[in-house]
């Protein structure tokens, strides 16, 4: 049982500003395990921003943060 | 939870007005995190140039002054030479610094001038539409090399960083991208000790950044950011291209 708690990955929580997001996808290029996607409804500039497709496949590393342009994410791990 | 990634202060939160892909908010967010990091935020004056770049006024919450085409290592001497106590930089494109103002900053960096500029390379005029610049790489097309630049007609691609190596002045110039997260901590590294040099008083300091314009080069972002790391870094090399130790007016 313990050995299986600290095997445990860390899980984590990514937010992106709909509005701030301009739909450049850089961050879903970059993202190691496949947990953003493309928003099929436009926001109010009429950008389709990034979502979060499958939050609990994101282990927090950050990268979609990192390499976005707009600085529209923010990441949390825990 | 704990904060992996959250906006730095000195970035004024509101959207960036650059087209979906282009890399200048990408910088101005990396500068106001080591602005943030240094604690320097209330005695920063940055200078702005014409181009693109010139919208950092808008994003960054320091003092800002903005200069003629190409004169903003000018402006910046003038504004270090008056408050020594505060971190002055420019920022500026390639149309701006290494066309109509070479001579600005090539003359900053050979007085050893205690300002940073940090030097957003595109490799075209961005803002006026996508027309060669000096930085252009060969057999690039642009508005204005509709077939290629080629160096016969055209001339060759400047390499500003290693043209500056050559000025006894020059304390610190580095080349990055920013086109994945390793990259990016490197680039943060090297804008931290470019700011670093002048606090410390050793010379002029410079970072070029590789910086994509998917809007004039016709590519989406994610192709440019591809071409960018295939066709642009094997011609401008990243890494530190002078590191100085030592105070040079010394
Ligand atoms: C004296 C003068 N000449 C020409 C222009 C026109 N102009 C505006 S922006 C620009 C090019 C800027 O290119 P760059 O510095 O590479 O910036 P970017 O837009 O690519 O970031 C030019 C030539 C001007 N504003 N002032
Ligand atoms: S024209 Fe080029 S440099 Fe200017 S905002 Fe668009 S992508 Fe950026
Ligand atoms: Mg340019």
């Known amino acids: 049982m313990k050995?299986?708690?600290?095997?445990?990955?860390?899980?984590?929580?990514?937010?992106?500003?709909?509005?701030?997001?301009?739909?450049?996808?850089?961050?879903?290029?970059?993202?190691?395990?496949?947990?953003?996607?493309?928003?099929?409804?436009?926001?109010?500039?009429?950008?389709?921003?990034?979502?979060?497709?499958?939050?609990?496949?994101?282990?927090?590393?950050?990268?979609?943060?990192?390499?976005?342009?707009?600085?529209?994410?923010?990441?949390y791990r825990g | 939870m704990a904060v992996v990634f959250e906006r730095p202060?000195?970035?004024?939160?509101?959207p960036f007005t650059y087209c979906p892909g282009c890399h200048h908010g990408l910088a101005q967010r990396i500068i106001a995190e080591v602005i943030d990091e240094l604690g320097i935020e209330n005695k920063t004056i940055g200078v702005g140039p014409v181009g693109c770049s010139v919208y950092i006024y808008q994003f960054l919450d320091t003092d800002f002054v903005m200069g003629a085409h190409g004169r903003a290592p000018a402006i910046a001497t003038g504004i270090k030479r008056t408050q020594p106590d505060k971190i002055v930089f420019s920022y500026q494109g390639d149309g701006d610094i290494a066309a109509i103002g070479t001579a600005e900053i090539l003359h900053a960096a050979n007085r050893g001038e205690l300002i940073s500029s940090f030097f957003i390379n595109n490799a075209v005029f961005g803002m006026t539409g996508g027309?060669?610049?000096?930085?252009?790489?060969?057999?690039?097309?642009?508005?204005?090399?509709?077939?290629?630049?080629?160096?016969?007609?055209?001339g060759f691609p400047l390499q500003l960083c290693e043209v500056l190596s050559a000025c006894q002045g020059s304390a610190y110039l580095s080349r990055v991208a920013l086109t994945n997260p390793k990259?990016?901590?490197?680039?943060?590294?090297?804008?931290?000790?470019?700011?670093?040099?002048?606090?410390?008083?050793?010379?002029?300091?410079?970072?070029?950044?590789?910086?994509p314009c998917p809007t004039n080069w016709g590519m989406s972002p994610q192709e440019a950011v591809d071409w960018l790391e295939k066709e642009m870094i094997p011609y401008y090399p990243l890494g530190e291209i002078a590191v100085k130790e030592g105070i040079l007016h010394a």
């Open chain 1, 3 to 75: 050995q299986k708690e600290t095997m445990r990955l860390p899980s984590g929580r990514v937010i992106i500003d709909q509005e701030f997001c301009k739909g450049c996808s850089l961050c879903i290029r970059i993202c190691p395990r496949e947990v953003l996607g493309l928003s099929n409804r436009f926001n109010s500039v009429g950008y389709y921003p990034a979502v979060v497709e499958s939050a609990e496949k994101c282990n927090g590393c950050g990268f979609c943060a990192q390499v976005c342009p707009e600085v529209a994410i923010s990441v």
């Open chain 2, 9 to 14: 202060k000195t970035l004024i939160k509101k």
């Open chain 2, 183 to 211: 990259l990016i901590n490197q680039a943060k590294r090297s804008i931290k000790k470019a700011l670093l040099t002048q606090i410390e008083g050793r010379g002029f300091s410079l970072v070029e950044i590789l910086s």
């Open chain 2, 131 to 154: 027309q060669m610049a000096p930085t252009t790489i060969l057999k690039q097309k642009t508005t204005t090399s509709p077939k290629g630049r080629e160096p016969k007609s055209h």
